[in-house]
């Protein structure tokens, strides 16, 4: 069984400075890793992906992640983050034999960016 | 990009009514959809796997029975809510399985009083 946990709930930072959100995973096989962003009443926008290849993964709005094996962490940076950053991120997990299918979920981390 | 909708988004009923929820893929096909639950300020709770023409399987602790998935097409897969209760009041979101990824719906507030 797979599970996921980001270490930090509630993340505070002010704006242009550098973030990084944490997260660990657990798996006996190997895995997909997922970001997602979620705005206030909103679904899911993927953020970005590590599914093989280099173990930094660029993703939109200026984030990266950086894939460990050895620590089994996917933690989120960003360089300078913006008040539009303001929201909960969820950090996802999904095994190969199932190719991409089922996700299991972070608890996610909410970062409130302030002025 | 892959757009899924949801519909409605926001709706209130009364207890011991029933509400169908609709996920659609609008530029795509899917033949698995997901079903979600979130409460405020917790994680997405996965309710069931949808695949279209085949029975749902709901994850443990889900009541097939209260919480009706049915995945006619392609696009559409449908959650109906049964004889809810103020206890399902929740965010529901759906997303769409394509190769290695999800996309997801923008999800459906229920308010049941």
């Known amino acids: 069984a797979q599970s996921v946990t980001q270490l930090d709930s509630q993340v505070p930072v002010f704006e242009e400075a550098p973030v990084e959100l944490r997260c660990n995973y657990s798996?006996?096989?190997?895995?997909?890793l997922f970001w997602y962003v979620q705005y206030p009443n909103q679904g899911l926008q993927l953020l970005l992906k590590y599914l093989s290849g280099s173990t930094l993964v660029k993703g939109i709005n200026g984030f990266e992640a950086e894939f460990n094996k050895s620590q089994t962490s996917f933690h989120l940076r960003k360089p300078s983050v913006h008040i539009s950053d303001t929201a909960e991120y969820f950090c996802a997990v999904s095994d190969l034999d199932n190719q991409g299918g089922k996700l299991i979920f972070g608890q996610g981390t909410e970062l409130s960016v302030k002025p | 990009g892959a757009v899924v909708s949801q519909h409605p988004s926001w709706v209130i009923c009364k207890s011991g009514t029933s509400v169908k929820i609709e996920c659609r893929s609008l530029d795509f096909q899917a033949t698995t959809m997901f079903w979600y639950r979130q409460f405020p300020k917790q994680s997405l709770m996965l309710m069931a796997t949808s695949n279209e023409g085949s029975k749902a399987t709901y994850e443990q602790g889900v009541e097939k029975d209260k919480f009706l998935i049915n995945h006619a097409s392609l696009t559409l897969s449908t959650l109906t809510v049964t004889s809810a209760h103020p206890e399902d009041s929740s965010f529901y979101i759906c997303s769409a399985r394509v190769p290695y990824e999800q996309y997801f719906g923008p999800g459906t507030r229920l308010t049941v009083t």
């Open positions: 798996s006996s096989v190997s895995v997909y």
